[in-house]
Nanobody, 115 residues
Framework: QVQLVESGGGLVQAGGSLRLSCVGS????????MGWYRQAPGKQRELVAR???????YYADSVKGRFTISGDIAAFSVYLQMNSLKPEDTAVYYC?????????WGQGTQVTVSS
């Protein structure tokens, strides 16, 4: 059974930085992508960034140039470096992966950006 655990959230002023970490446990068989999603109050969960086992990355337009995803899927770890944070980045951030058509989520970590 895959389990994902996030850490690194917190309260930061606008313009500041945070680094989120996600460490997985269980088998990595069939896992090719890991990513970060976020959900703000009253809004749908949205994809922020993801990375493939080959190193290909994807970013939502809203975070391009500010956030950087890195990690090693074989080591079951993924990170999200968030710079130049804005109040609109405030949300619960979730680590995600898919294994053999089953989605797995971490418990989430709160990121709050004050203006």
């Amino acid at each position: 059974q895959v389990q994902l655990v996030e850490s690194g959230g917190g309260l930061v002023q606008a313009g500041g930085s945070l680094r989120l970490s996600c460490v997985g446990s269980g088998s990595t068989f069939g896992i090719n992508v890991m990513g970060w999603y976020r959900q703000a109050p009253g809004k749908q969960r949205e994809l922020v960034a993801r990375i493939s086992s080959g190193g290909t990355t994807y970013y939502a337009d809203s975070v391009k140039g500010r956030f950087t995803i890195s990690g090693d899927i074989a080591a079951f770890s993924v990170y999200l470096q968030m710079n130049s944070l804005k109040p609109e980045d405030t949300a619960v951030y979730y680590c995600n992966t898919e294994q053999l058509s089953t989605n797995y989520w971490g418990q989430g970590t709160q990121v709050t950006v004050s203006s």
